[in-house]
């Protein structure tokens, strides 16, 4: 038997879930938060200090983001899945698809973690010029959502083995899926914005 | 209440796999769009459109299919798109506000000025004569500096000239990692000139800006450059940094005695 991924009823005057309802608006005010702080980069990336006599973007690869945002593109096709199987009550489908989730976010955050190191080893931290501070802190704010999404995930996954799989859960799974999906929605905008146009732009 | 249903339009997973080829296919090609230039220069003005295109479409699919958006109910697109059709406002507006273009920015190295350039040429505003030194440059008659650090100020808060004598102030760049300029102008407009500068993002000094006597241009830190020209008459001037930010603190008085 199918279990549907909604708690079982629970009056609300809108008829729709308000664990949902309240994500929703969360990400909606996420959209607000990413929102400013990718215009400020934008703002400020022309304005900043030459490094070694170059444009900041120049220090920018995108071949080997093109790679990382693949992986986080297909971390959310994985997390769908997940939310399918747990749509279908299939318990242990959905525990891989909810660890390949975390999996690849977790790939996702080594190649922030390298570009980053490669980054400061040229000599541009957050401190250095205008590039820098807002490089670092749109991109170090993304990636702490990432890590949340992560430690989420994996905790859903230690959580599945406690009992059946109740329409509660597969709410959980799906609320979960919402969070995941727009931390990977954030990261196609900041790598069109900052990485593609960005670049570009030279 | 009923809670909505995902009964009608359910996506399966064979759709969810379609999208997943249709996000992949589309990273792959801003990719390849992005190596284009290289080969057709005369594409660059549709390339940043179609950049924007393509990950509003990823956008939309992960949002509609992924995110259930398509199938859920109305009001959940409505506080998601409210917010995110608000952020979208607000960040053009920054842009429009702060005129976001992204150009190239030269910095000219001149550790050492022994070439006659149009540095060497001072324009003397009220007469409007250009008089150009000699290749040896003439040995300055006033040094200053930028604070050894990143702090935007200089390292004297006062010059002094006597009107009509020829001056040659040799300007060093003594910060960390910020670029600056001398900027001479006239009294009370420097935030005027630091503002009329914004045009400009090679040296951050407005063409034709009636308000500048004189002017080093900007420099990176270990470099020096020096400008000579003729005192104004007597009174008060000031002299200012004109990188963005910096004519707040970078700024000093230029005393000219009859």
């Known amino acids: ?202 | 209440m009923q809670s909505s249903a995902h009964a009608s339009g359910h996506p399966t997973p064979a759709t969810y796999a379609k999208i997943a080829s249709i996000l992949a296919i589309i990273t792959a090609i801003e990719f390849g769009i992005f190596y284009v230039p290289d080969y057709a220069p005369g594409l660059k003005s549709v390339i940043v459109p179609a950049f924007v295109l393509l990950s509003a479409v990823k956008f939309a699919l992960v949002g509609m299919f992924y995110m259930h958006l398509k199938f859920d109910s109305r009001l959940f697109s409505g506080f998601f798109v409210g917010g995110l059709l608000l952020a979208t406002t607000v960040i053009m507006a920054l842009m429009a506000l702060f005129a976001i273009v992204s150009g190239e920015r030269i910095v000219v190295a001149v550790p050492d000025d022994t070439t006659v350039d149009a540095q060497d040429t001072t324009t003397d505003t009220t007469t409007g004569t250009d008089t150009t030194t000699d290749a040896a440059m003439a040995a300055p008659t006033h040094e200053i500096a930028s604070a050894s650090s990143d702090e935007f100020v200089f390292t004297a808060d006062t010059l002094t000239a006597a009107a009509g004598a020829e001056v040659t102030v040799r300007f060093t760049n003594n910060a960390v990692t910020q670029q600056h300029n001398w900027v001479l102008v006239q009294d009370g407009t420097k935030d005027d000139v630091a503002t009329a500068g914004l045009v400009d993002p090679v040296n951050w000094i407005g063409p034709d800006d009636p308000n500048v006597i004189a002017s080093v241009n900007l420099i990176s830190p270990g470099e020096s450059s020096q400008v000579t020209f003729t005192a104004p008459e007597a009174g008060t001037y000031q002299f200012v940094c004109t990188f963005p930010g910096h004519n707040a603190t970078m700024h000093g008085t230029f005393e000219v005695t009859p």
């Open chain 1, 1 to 202: 038997m199918a279990v549907n991924t909604h708690e079982p009823e629970h009056h609300t005057s809108t008829g729709l879930n308000h664990r949902k309802l309240l994500m929703w608006t969360f990400l909606g005010s996420e959209c607000l938060f990413f929102g400013t702080l990718i215009a400020n980069h934008m703002i400020n990336r022309n304005k900043a200090a030459f490094i070694h006599d170059l444009p900041p973007s120049c220090i920018l690869d995108i071949p080997i983001t093109s790679v990382s945002t693949f992986v986080l593109l297909m971390s959310s096709v994985a997390m769908v899945l997940g939310v399918a199987a747990a749509e279908r009550a299939d318990i242990k489908q959905m525990r891989l698809w909810i660890l390949a989730t975390a999996i690849l976010g977790i790939i996702f955050l080594l190649f922030q973690v390298y570009e980053f190191k490669v980054f400061v080893d040229e000599g541009l931290t957050i401190g250095t010029n205008l590039f820098g501070s807002t490089f670092f802190t749109l991109t170090g704010f993304h990636g702490a959502h990432v890590t949340v999404g992560v430690v989420w995930l994996i905790s859903l996954f230690g959580y599945s083995f406690k009992g059946d799989l109740t329409p509660q859960e597969g709410l959980s799974v799906d609320i979960a899926a919402l969070y995941w999906h727009f931390v990977d929605v954030v990261w196609i905008v900041i790598f069109t914005a900052v990485y593609l146009i960005g670049v570009f732009g030279k």
